[in-house]
């Protein structure tokens, strides 16, 4: 996505306002003048009335409805008339951690049959010429930029965004709703376009899964390769070998990244090995392998590996995202990996031909995975500059501002 074009913006002039500076012609509004906020019923199991789905905060995430989980509850029909939902609804975690309150999505009819909502959640429902989709964008907004977190009471673990707290929050509002409208449109879009690259690298990774399935176990073998795999013992093909402590290693200047279960944690400036190596945690997280072919060094919760030629590092790396290594843990606290224990493992292996092969199809499809998430990560960065620019009024759209600096 291409950040937007100049001749589509304009700066405009501003005025000082008790939010901070915004367009002379946009105007302060609590929240309460531009909808009615209502918050849900309160969960009675046994209350009199007819069982109705109702959302709760389970179901509201950040610009999506999620319907996976949805509840029942009794209602009569006087109480589902005051809280069932319509079409254009922006609904708002009322209960939540502090950094998480107030998150919110509008609601499109996503569920089939009519239903309401939990008091957990807060309902906006916007007033003729105001726009909902406008608001969603901008509760969202405030939300990831922490105004809700200054708002919400915080009670033990959970913070709550308060109905009047909320109704009486001040907010910058475009006068028109045509360019409310057109603010949430360009909104709209850059999260169109976020979600369709979403899907896309999820595809993306469930065919790699597939592909890591088959051609790793020999269900599906690459055209050329006929030979029978081998039944091997991981202490075959490598050597398990412990990390070092990183005491003395860190350098401003190091080159060589000193790795953890999570990681690079620092920069060294000598390296513990320098040859492709397939590393596994020995404590802690000990589930998520790594390959490094760059000189590197590990801290003594993480095993390193000695692949034995001529077998290939990546093939055993891709290998042992398959295994469960969870089922190999040998600790009732801190799960642990034992060398010896992996080094026992037994895994089917074609010969180092095929294992490069195979390797070079899931190294392509690796990189294609890792373009499509710069993709992404730079839609999210755009869209969040749009949202700091258009929901502020720092930057119009030409339609709307007066023209002047472009």
């Known amino acids: 996505m291409k950040e937007p074009s100049a001749k589509y913006l304009a700066r405009p002039s501003t005025k000082q306002t008790d939010v901070g500076p915004i367009p002379e012609d946009w105007s302060v509004r609590r929240v309460g003048e531009m909808g009615d906020v209502r918050a849900g019923k309160a969960l009675a199991v046994r209350a009199a009335g007819q069982q109705r789905p109702y959302l709760r905060t389970k179901n509201v995430f950040d610009g999506r409805i999620d319907l996976e989980d949805v509840l029942h509850m009794p209602m009569t029909d006087s109480e589902f008339g005051r809280y069932e939902l319509r079409h254009g609804d922006v609904l708002l975690n009322e209960g939540q951690s502090l950094e998480l309150v107030g998150r919110c999505a509008m609601y499109r009819g996503e569920l089939s049959v009519p239903c309401a909502i939990q008091n957990q959640l807060v309902r906006f429902r916007a007033r003729e010429g105001v726009s909902a989709s406008f608001a969603a964008h901008l509760f969202r907004y405030c939300q990831k930029t922490g105004v809700f977190t200054k708002i919400a ?7 709550h ?7 009486w929050l001040l907010l910058a509002w475009p ?19 976020i979600e369709s690259l979403e899907r896309l690298l999820a595809k993306k990774r469930q065919l790699k899964q597939g592909a890591m399935q088959e051609l790793l176990t020999g269900k599906k073998r690459l ?33 060589y990244p000193i790795l953890a279960t999570g990681g690079e944690i620092g920069r060294a400036n000598r390296f513990l090995y320098d040859k492709p190596s397939v590393l596994i945690g020995r404590k802690g997280t000990i589930d998520e ?10 801290v003594d919760t993480l095993f390193y590996s000695v692949v034995h030629e001529p077998n290939h590092a990546k093939f055993i790396f891709y290998r042992f995202c398959l295994i469960d290594w969870k089922q190999y843990n040998e600790a009732s606290g801190v799960p642990s ?5 992996i080094e026992a493992i037994e895994i089917s292996s074609p010969a180092a031909d095929e294992q490069r092969a195979i390797t070079d199809i899931l190294s392509d499809m690796d990189v294609d995975i890792a373009g499509l998430g710069a993709k992404l990560a730079k839609a999210r960065q755009i869209k969040q500059g749009m949202m700091q620019e258009l929901l502020t009024g720092r930057t119009r759209l030409l339609t709307f501002g007066a023209v002047g600096e472009c």
């Open 153 to 159: 009471l915080q009670t033990t673990s959970v913070a």
């Open 289 to 298: 392998p790594q390959y490094m072919d760059t000189p590197f060094w590990t």
């Open 175 to 193: 006068s028109t709703l045509g360019e409310q409208q057109a603010i949430a449109d360009a909104l709209s879009d850059a999260d169109a376009l």
């Open 161 to 167: 965004l308060g109905v009047s707290r909320f109704e």
């Open 337 to 341: 990996l034992n060398a010896r224990t």
């Open 223 to 255: 055209p050329g390769f006929k030979g029978e795999w081998k039944v091997t013992r991981l202490g075959q093909m490598l050597t398990i070998c412990h990390g070092k402590s990183q005491r003395g290693l860190e350098a401003t200047d190091g080159i």
